[in-house]
């Protein structure tokens, strides 16, 4: 039996996926940028809208609201730094480029997180094994 988690993200990506394919037929540069906006909101439905939907919803689920609404910020900037990257011509920042700057800024975010994410559930635990 398939969880309410997995049921869930199942219709997301479907959705997804439709959207998707009615955006590839209604954008005629398929480099331009709306569809390169289409692509990112596409990413950000697959990988976190049903976390989105579960959070808005408060269900805890598999994973705890909390952590929903952390990974829901954190693929967001990382896809606005994506998209921001990708919509503007890079420009030099001294020896690095911005774009250089955008993906270290990605990684920032990414690590933080996963240290965020492992602070959370260590803390967890210990709540829970001292009550």
């Known amino acids: 039996m398939l969880s309410r988690d997995t049921r869930v993200h199942l ?41 989105l939907y579960l959070a808005w919803r408060g269900e805890d689920g598999l994973v705890p609201v909390a952590s929903r609404w952390r990974f829901i910020g954190a693929v967001a900037i990382v896809l606005v730094l994506g998209g921001i990257s990708l919509l503007t011509d890079p420009v030099s920042v001294g020896p690095v480029s911005s774009d250089g700057l955008l993906a270290g800024f990605a990684v ?3 690590v933080s997180y996963l240290l965020l994410e492992a602070s959370a559930g260590y803390r967890a635990s210990t709540d829970s094994a001292g009550s």
Do not use: E, R
Request: aromatic letters at 2%; a negative charge; charged letters at 0%.
């Open 11 to 51: 219709s997301v990506v479907g959705l997804a996926v439709a959207g998707l394919a009615v955006g590839s037929q209604l954008t005629p540069d398929p480099l331009g940028p709306l569809a390169i906006i289409g692509v990112l909101l596409y990413n950000g439905l697959v990988l976190a809208g049903a976390h």
């Open 108 to 110: 920032l975010v990414a």
